[in-house]
């Protein structure tokens, strides 16, 4: 399993000087299977990007795993290439809702004053899916999501093979419910996405003292990322879903602290163009 990272920004993208290094494009992840099949983590920004090399490499199935429909990681799907080629077939999975199924609520993006193509006018053959509550395979690979603290609804994704284990939740707020390090792991939001993963993508977008004045807003601070990485078991962490004021150089220093409260975890931020390996 082989995991490309296209965006791992937060919130808002953040093109410029200043992001050069760690990137300005929301989330969006590659993970490429032993089996050949293809994910996709999100659709930010960096999801174009992604679309133009897959048309290059004639990718013709692609399923796409959307933890939730905050703009910052649906804004990209009407720029994916393959979405408008007659010949691919996209698969989307998202996060139930009680009101609306999956298609209404991204039509919205796909309808006026928004865009001026209709979602049923692409070219590829879509296919919208709730996630199971149950675990489910694609591609010789198991895949599990469940519901986490964030504002409206929200999973987190788990994906094993026969080479190692994933856990995503990007935008994810564990200690609001209470200190993490107190908690058992049944009573964490996310453990059960990300409990003794071998790889740990999972928001860390405040420092400390950002995040006392943002409870509630569904993100983590750096020092909860590194709490909850330990609650649960995982065995590397990689900072993700930058806040969009952070430069490089802020980037670096929660790096930085990230390491300094971990230990040998040697927590890493998450960069544009980044790729892991599993095992």
Not at 95 to 103: A, E, I, M, T, V
Not at 129 to 150: M, N
Not at 198 to 217: C, K, P, V
Request: proline content about 6%; charged content about 25%.
């Amino acid at each position: 399993m082989r995991l490309t990272i296209w965006g791992c920004r937060g919130s808002l993208p953040t093109p410029g000087p200043r992001t050069v290094e760690y990137g300005g494009n929301t989330s969006c992840i590659e993970v490429a299977l032993e089996s050949g099949g293809l994910l996709v983590l999100d659709a930010g920004t960096g999801i174009r990007e992604l679309g133009l090399h897959l048309v290059e490499r004639g990718v013709r199935q692609v399923h796409l795993l959307l933890t939730h429909l905050h703009l910052d990681h649906l804004e990209g799907l009407r720029f994916f290439a393959p979405l408008w080629d007659e010949r691919v077939t996209l698969d989307i999975w998202g996060p139930p809702s009680p009101l609306l199924s999956l298609r209404e609520r991204i039509s919205r993006s796909f309808s006026p004053p928004l865009f001026p193509v209709d979602l049923g006018e692409v070219d590829a053959h879509v296919r919208f899916h709730d996630v199971p509550r149950a675990v489910w395979t694609i591609g010789g690979a198991s895949l599990t999501a469940r519901l986490v603290v964030h504002p409206g609804p929200t999973v987190g994704y788990r994906i094993e093979t026969e080479g190692g284990s994933v856990a995503y939740l990007p935008d994810h707020e564990p200690a609001l419910a209470g200190a993490i390090a107190e908690k058992s792991r049944d009573w964490i939001s996310g453990a059960a996405i990300a409990a003794d993963a071998d790889l740990l993508l999972h928001d860390s977008q405040f420092f400390e003292d950002e995040y006392e004045a943002r409870i509630g807003w569904g993100h983590s601070s750096v020092a909860d990322a590194v709490a909850f990485t330990r609650a649960v078991g995982a065995r590397r962490l990689v900072l993700f879903h930058h806040e969009p004021s952070h430069s490089d150089s802020s980037l670096e220093r929660l790096e930085k602290r990230a390491q300094e409260l971990a230990g040998e975890l040697a927590p890493t931020l998450a960069r544009e163009g980044m790729a892991i390996e599993l095992p």
